[in-house]
């Protein structure tokens, strides 16, 4: 059994090898020119234009998790959306279920809505 | 298909108190939405609610019951903690208006919504019979704790604790849920009857699993009461929440996570339970030694009364400890006159707090010379806390070791009454600070009314439990009988 899968050891060792000398030998044998241009960071050919640790406006996390409330809420419409048929005939009891669901999810996004947290000023 | 294979009308009367509590909790948001939040309507509406869900818990309290294919088991024991969630979160509300008054935030309408979601969860983690539902009321009561420890947006100490609590509480869910994970691995089910099953056909897939699991449900819950080596946030952040959340916060979690443990360990590892006693055990005697030690050398009350309901959490794992009828009764006990008191103690600690000063201990230097009734008051929650005869704690702690010393845990008990000696000497400190000093108090106490009269029915109440806790008794008695 566990020699059925000594091929694979042999190329996973060879392509490790491979790697790892490859660099190993630019590491010693390449040459070495800097300059102030080349080693600045690369970012598509555009010159950097400032750090990349900047600080973000909270509204961003906000929208972030409202987000995953909607996500959420696919998630569960779509294996009810599934198997609507087939409940439907013990009657309206799962169109009520999760209009109770939705509309819990309605409040709170009418409550953010209210207070103002979708305010982008 | 037919519905009332996975679920019928009974399972809805079962939950009503929560469908009720969840109502109220959105109504609450709704009126602070449609700006009618006047701090006295919020408060009539959310007691109402609170009313309503304890009136039709009630109703549920005849046999047991069984609902949702054994996810929810509702018995005496679950009814009464629901009423203890609910009276808690009663008297929070009434306590916090004049302190959430004096912060500035007095109309926002989360802060009863949030207290009313956390007692939805807690009610599901004492109800609960399944690992997967006990997981989904600690979340939404610790979700909503984090918010109510963070609720004052532009006090430092306050978001500091609240971020504190957040992470920290966040990584001991995972110990909870990791050890929910490999119980399941180990007996195939999450459902506490499943698990017994499983014990004692011994169709254990593998014992380390479920030792592994056991061990970190017990840190998951161990977090959540603050038992040492796992109480390091409880200090920050009962210091840092708002004072009354403070109150909220080391009474209402504690009992809903103790009750959570007595089921746990009743009903699912019954058989394994006497495996673990020595780790109880341990965990009992550091817990109290290390809380009291700790509260000794505190100048600040709140992270005294702190450090006191760490110490307090380890008497009350000696009952889980020897886990019988006796000593489930006597924690019920413990907890309903250990909530009650820390509540109103720190609802004058939340009259007295002011912007820079009220919580040292020497801002008390002279108190009862100003306020002879609610100083009075505040010596009677300490004598109740430090176990003093005339008292209703004096009857909890004797309970509590009389149930263990009966089990032949003598050691333990002498470990526990030295304690309780040590923390005669910081409890008292406060009282020697109000009654003993010369100085003239320059505390200006801010209160509400009807919080001064539930402080002082408090006081009342745990005198006269302490001269006849008959009835109390009696009730704990009967709950504690339905899971032992």
Not at chain 2, 58 to 82: A, C, K, P, W, Y
Not at chain 2, 235 to 255: H, M, S
Not at chain 2, 300 to 307: E, G, I, T, Y
């Amino acid at each position: 059994m566990a020699e059925n899968y000594l091929p694979i050891l042999v190329i996973f060792v060879l392509a490790a090898g491979f790697a790892f000398v490859s660099l190993i030998i630019t590491h010693l044998v390449g040459p070495r020119v800097t300059n102030a241009v080349k080693m600045m960071p690369y970012e598509s050919g555009v010159d950097q234009v400032g750090k990349t640790r900047i600080r973000f406006s909270i509204r961003f996390f906000l929208i972030a998790l409202l987000f995953i409330i909607f996500d959420i809420e696919i998630v569960f419409l779509y294996p009810w959306a599934v198997v609507f048929k087939d409940f439907l005939s013990a009657g309206s009891f799962i169109f009520f279920e999760m209009v109770v669901f939705l509309a819990i999810l309605a409040f709170g996004f009418i409550y953010v809505w209210r207070n103002g947290a979708l305010e982008w000023e | 298909m037919d519905i009332s294979q996975f679920f019928t009308s009974a399972d809805l009367f079962g939950i009503a108190p929560e469908i009720i509590l969840t109502v109220t909790a959105l109504s609450v948001l709704t009126l602070e939405m449609l700006h009618v939040s006047r701090p006295g309507i919020i408060l009539m509406v959310a007691a109402l609610g609170l009313f309503l869900a304890g009136a039709l818990a009630i109703n549920t309290s005849g046999d047991e019951q069984i609902l949702f294919g054994g996810m929810l088991v509702l018995n005496r024991f679950s009814v009464f903690f629901d009423f203890l969630y609910i009276t808690i979160g009663l008297l929070t509300l009434i306590f916090s208006q004049g302190y959430l008054e004096k912060r500035g935030s007095a109309s926002r309408g989360e802060y009863p919504a949030l207290i009313l979601f956390a007692i939805i969860g807690m009610m599901l983690m004492t109800r609960a019979n399944d690992l997967v539902i006990v997981f989904l009321g600690l979340e939404l009561l610790s979700l909503s704790l984090y918010i109510l420890v963070g609720f004052l947006r532009h006090d430092q100490l306050s978001n500091e604790s609240g971020l504190k609590y957040l992470l920290l509480g966040a990584f001991a869910t995972g110990f909870f849920l990791f050890g929910a994970a490999l119980t399941y691995g180990a007996a195939g089910t999450t459902n506490y009857n499943g698990i017994v099953t499983a014990i004692t056909n011994n169709t254990i897939l593998s014992d380390t699993y479920l030792f592994l699991g056991i061990g970190l449900l017990l840190i998951g819950f161990a977090f959540k009461v603050a038992l040492v080596p796992f109480h390091m946030w409880s200090p920050d952040v009962y210091q840092g929440a708002p004072t009354t959340v403070t109150g909220f916060l080391c009474t209402a979690p504690k009992a809903a996570g103790f009750g959570a443990l007595i089921i746990l360990f009743n009903r699912a590892f019954v058989d394994i339970h006497y495996q673990w006693q020595d780790i109880f055990w341990i965990l009992s005697a550091m817990t109290m030694t290390i809380g009291n030690i700790s509260a000794l050398i505190q100048h600040n009350v709140k992270r005294m009364l702190a450090f006191s309901s760490v110490s307090h959490a380890g008497f009350l794992i000696m009952g889980i400890l020897v886990l019988n009828e006796t000593s489930i009764s006597a924690v019920l006990f413990y907890l309903v006159v250990y909530s009650v008191v820390n509540l109103g103690a720190f609802a004058i600690v939340s009259a007295a707090e002011q912007e820079e000063r009220g919580l040292n201990l020497k801002d008390y230097r002279g108190l009862a010379a100003q306020h002879p009734w609610l100083s009075a008051a505040m010596t009677i929650f300490m004598l109740s806390l430090a176990g003093f005869p005339p008292t209703a704690g004096f009857v909890a702690k004797f309970g509590l070791f009389s149930a263990a010393v009966s089990q032949g845990y003598i050691g333990l008990v002498i470990i526990a009454v030295l304690n309780t000696l040590i923390s005669i000497y910081y409890y008292l400190r406060l009282v020697v600070n109000m009654y003993m000093q010369k100085e003239e108090s320059t505390l200006i106490l801010s209160y509400k009314m009807l919080a001064i009269v539930f402080v002082g029915l408090i006081a009342i109440m745990m005198i006269i439990l302490g001269i006849t806790p008959g009835y109390l008794l009696e009730i704990v008695t009967e709950a504690a009988s339905t899971v032992a």
